[in-house]
């Protein structure tokens, strides 16, 4: 068997990482990656880089790691209200102004895309992993979607699980013996419980366990952190909301 813990979506939240990279210990699990989106909308945006770089985790350019790197014009998005709107630009600005510049040249040197290929005994697994989907990471794939969305994916990419982040909501779908399954968000969940989620993956020479895991941090402190920032307390708002 072979244990791979995938994550994304940190967005400057550095306990939340620490938190989960501390359970992944726990579990022993050997083979790590992530998914992009590094910084933006908590304090630690160098922070949470310099650990990824450090702990020498392969990561993906999410969108917002793309968007730091080469300076690219803010975008609103039309599913933001004003107020969210304007909270957004103010802490994209603030990452723009604070993440370093050795560490803009990290983020854009990140890979779009990876597949792995992993062999248990005499079965190779391919596990294709995305930000947002093959096409663009800031394209949105919800649970939702049709599984004809998924099985495009598959067809186009050969492998037998397709994990993506970006939409900071966690699903598993399995798709005819095939997987399509969001790993949630470190930093900034979606869900009601604002804990940070990963996936655990088993791989097996007969057969996929899949795994969406909670990890609690101490979303008070961060919040408390974020409002001592530059960043808009809409930010730390969020975190405190069930």
Not at 122 to 137: F, P, R
Request: glycine share 4%; aromatic share 10%; proline share 4%.
């Amino acid at each position: 068997m072979i244990q791979i813990a995938i994550f994304s979506d940190i967005h400057g939240n550095l306990p939340a990482l620490n938190a989960v990279l501390a359970d992944i210990q726990s579990k022993n699990i050997y083979y790590k990656y992530c998914l992009g989106d590094l910084v933006d909308f908590a304090p630690w945006g160098n922070e949470v880089i310099e650990l990824i770089k450090n702990e020498k985790i392969p990561c993906l350019m999410g969108n917002h790691d793309e968007r730091i790197a080469f300076d690219l014009p803010i975008v609103p998005l039309e599913k933001h209200d004003a107020e969210e709107t304007a909270n957004r630009i103010v802490a994209i600005k603030h990452s723009q102004e604070t993440i370093t510049q050795e560490n803009k040249l990290f983020l854009g040197q990140l890979p779009y895309l990876m597949q792995l290929d992993f062999k248990v005994k005499h079965k190779h697994w391919k596990v294709q992993l995305i930000h947002g989907s093959l096409e663009s990471n800031e394209a949105y794939l919800y649970a939702s979607e049709p599984n004809s969305t998924f099985e495009d994916i598959f067809f186009k990419t050969q492998a037998d699980i397709v994990v993506m982040g970006h939409t900071h909501l966690p699903f598993i779908k399995d798709i005819g013996k095939k997987w399509a399954i969001n790993t949630g968000s470190v930093g900034r969940s979606k869900k009601m419980c604002k804990d940070a989620t990963y996936l655990l993956v088993e791989l097996h020479e007969d057969r996929i366990h899949v795994e969406i895991i909670q990890v609690p941090f101490d979303i008070i402190a961060v919040a408390h952190e974020i409002k001592a920032s530059g960043i808009p307390d809409f930010y730390a708002d969020f975190l405190l909301s069930e």
